[in-house]
C-alpha cells in the first residue's frame, strides 16, 4: 500500500474489515520488538492560535533562507506543524450555512469563482446535519501519539500510554500462533527494550510474568467494556486486537515512508 493511501487511524468501520492473521512462530521475537521498540503516550495540547503562530513563524524563517536544505526543512518542519494542529486542536465546526457565507464573502478574492461555485453546490447536496459534523471533529481528536502511531476514542480517557494494549496483543499474537511460554517471551521483551514499570511508592521496576498478567487481564477489560462481555464476543475483540498489530508490523515499508501506525478506535 503506497504512503498516500495508508490511512493514519483504524476507526471503528474499519475493524470488521481486518484480515484474520497468525505470527509466524519465527517472527515472534522479531513481532515483540517491533511492539514494545516504542509506545503512544499521551500528547499534550496543542491550541489553534498558538500552533498557527509558530507554523507562520517557520515559514517566514524558512524564506528568509537561501534556496538549499535549510529552507526545505524549515518550510515542510511549518506545514507538519499547522497540518498538526488542525488536526488534533479542539475546533468547533462552523456549520454548513456558515461555511457558505464565508466562501461568498471571500469568493473571487481568497478563493477562486470557480471553485467556490462548485463547492456551494455540494454543501446543499450533501445531506449531513450540522450535530453530526461536530460530533465528528470531537471523536477524531488523538488521545495518545507517539512517532508513528494516533489512538483516538473515549475509552482512552484514563490510560497514559498504550503499552498495555501492546503487552495484550504480543501475549495473546503468541498464544494464538501455539507459541509457548508466552509470558515470560514478552516479560522478556519488554526488558530487552528497557521498559521499566512503576511498583510501590512510584519506584520503576523491572517486569516479571505476574506483571505481565496483570497488564493482560487490565486490557481484557478494556476490550469487555468495547466489544461485549459475552466469550464470543471477548474473543472478537481479543483477534481484533492481535490482527491490527499483526497489520502494522507486516507494513513496515509503508510506515517507513511516510504513513502512520494505525490506532484502535476504543470508544
Not at 517472527?27 to 509558530?54: C, N, P, Y
Not at 515499508?253 to 476504543?266: C, F, I, N, T, V
Request: net charge positive; aromatic share 6%.
Amino acid at each position: 500500500m503506497s504512503p498516500s493511501t495508508f490511512p493514519q487511524r483504524i476507526s471503528s468501520e474499519h475493524l470488521p474489515k481486518l484480515k484474520e492473521r497468525t505470527l509466524d512462530p519465527s517472527q515472534a521475537d522479531e513481532f515483540l520488538k517491533f511492539l514494545f521498540s516504542t509506545v503512544a503516550r499521551r500528547a499534550g495540547m496543542i491550541r489553534l492560535h498558538e500552533g498557527a503562530a509558530v507554523a507562520q513563524c517557520l515559514k517566514e524563517l524558512a524564506w528568509r533562507l537561501p534556496a538549499g536544505a535549510g529552507r526545505t526543512h524549515l518550510d515542510r518542519l511549518a506545514w507538519q506543524v499547522w497540518q498538526t494542529t488542525f488536526r488534533v486542536a479542539s475546533i468547533k465546526p462552523s456549520g454548513k450555512q456558515k461555511a457558505a457565507r464565508f466562501l461568498r464573502r471571500h469568493r473571487g478574492t481568497h478563493f477562486r469563482n470557480s471553485v467556490v461555485g462548485r463547492t456551494l453546490e455540494l454543501l446543499e447536496e450533501v445531506d449531513v446535519p450540522d450535530e453530526e459534523i461536530e460530533a465528528a471533529a470531537r471523536s477524531s481528536e488523538a488521545n495518545l501519539v507517539s512517532e508513528r502511531m494516533s489512538i483516538q476514542g473515549k475509552a482512552l480517557d484514563h490510560l497514559q500510554d498504550d503499552l498495555s494494549e501492546r503487552i495484550y496483543a504480543g501475549y495473546h499474537a503468541l498464544r494464538l500462533a501455539g507459541i509457548p511460554g508466552a509470558r515470560g517471551r514478552v516479560m522478556q521483551a519488554l526488558k530487552a527494550q528497557r521498559l521499566a514499570r512503576k511498583g510501590l511508592a512510584g519506584k520503576r521496576v523491572a517486569w516479571d510474568a505476574a506483571a505481565v498478567a496483570d497488564r493482560v487481564k487490565q486490557y481484557r477489560d478494556v476490550v469487555r467494556r468495547r466489544f461485549g462481555p459475552k466469550k464470543d464476543q471477548v474473543d472478537k475483540g481479543r483477534n481484533l486486537v492481535v490482527w491490527k498489530w499483526l497489520e502494522l508490523f507486516n507494513a513496515p515499508k509503508a510506515m517507513d515512508q511516510g504513513g502512520q501506525d494505525r490506532g484502535l478506535l476504543e470508544g
